[in-house]
């Protein structure tokens, strides 16, 4: 089966306070967004669109015609929304016609390592409707309300979800047809509006440093990750 990744990177880096939209900050003497691409096209033999921001989609295109070399007629730009939501749904719209496993990715998580992306197109191959990658939880969770803590929580059933996470197209497309409201990650929407198992999601293997980069210190951390390893 033919293969797109969606790479959302429309976000604005508020959080990241770095001045320009989180993607195309530096890590090395490449972006953010660069990093994940060449991520992606290390992993997989996929076709690629990326979402940028309004006004940086030429910049978008330039990260990922390098990092598709010869295969630049695998890549599309497309402008994102003003939530994640909105942008993978605009990143949907353009996945080509052939394509019936579709993944998507963080740009912010762009030290994801190849067989994470693995793990998770294994997964929908092998039938699952969607897969997504976790890490356990390792603190201690607690349930707290109006600054009281009203209950534990058992960390056992508990998981941290990652990207990228993969879909079986037309269970993606549905479910981004049908919803109604924002959710938390691709999966909710999915969980949302497919019923039964024919919407069950796989948790596959995540990686620690498919960690995003949300504040200044991720950002501190991805720079000196890139440094050690030149990726
Ligand atoms: O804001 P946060 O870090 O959770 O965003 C996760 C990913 O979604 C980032 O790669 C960001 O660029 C992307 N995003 C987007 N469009 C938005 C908001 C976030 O593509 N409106």
Redesign the pocket.
């Known amino acids: 089966p033919s293969v797109a990744v969606i790479v959302?990177?429309?976000?604005?880096g508020t959080r990241l306070g770095a001045g320009a939209?989180?993607?195309f900050v530096g890590l090395d003497e490449h972006t953010v967004l660069r990093t994940a691409l060449d991520g992606v096209f290390a992993a997989a033999s996929a076709q690629v669109v990326v979402?940028a921001p309004a006004g940086y989609e030429g910049a978008a295109r330039t990260d990922a015609l390098a990092a598709a070399g010869e295969h630049a007629d695998l890549v599309r730009v497309v402008t994102?929304?003003?939530?994640?939501q909105?942008?993978v749904a605009a990143g949907l719209a353009a996945v080509w016609a052939e394509v019936d496993i579709v993944l998507v990715h963080?740009?912010?998580r762009a030290l994801t390592p190849p067989d994470v992306f693995a793990r998770v197109i294994d997964a929908v191959r092998a039938g699952a409707p969607g897969a997504l990658p976790v890490l356990p939880v390792v603190d201690t969770i607690k349930r707290v309300a109006d600054g009281y803590v009203i209950g534990p929580v058992d960390r056992a059933e508990l998981a941290a979800a990652q990207t990228p996470q993969g879909f079986d197209r037309a269970v993606l497309d549905a479910a981004y047809l049908a919803a109604d409201r924002e959710y938390t990650d691709d999966a909710a929407v999915v969980a949302a509006h497919v019923a039964g198992t024919a919407g069950r999601i796989a948790a596959v293997a995540g990686d620690p440093l498919g960690f995003?980069i949300?504040g200044p210190d991720d950002l501190a951390r991805a720079r000196a990750l890139v440094a050690q390893h030149p990726v």
Do not use: L
Request: hydrophobic share 45%; glycine share 14%; proline share 5%.
């Open positions: 959302v990177a429309a976000g604005s939209p989180k993607a979402v994102g929304g003003a939530t994640r909105a942008s963080d740009a912010a995003k949300t």
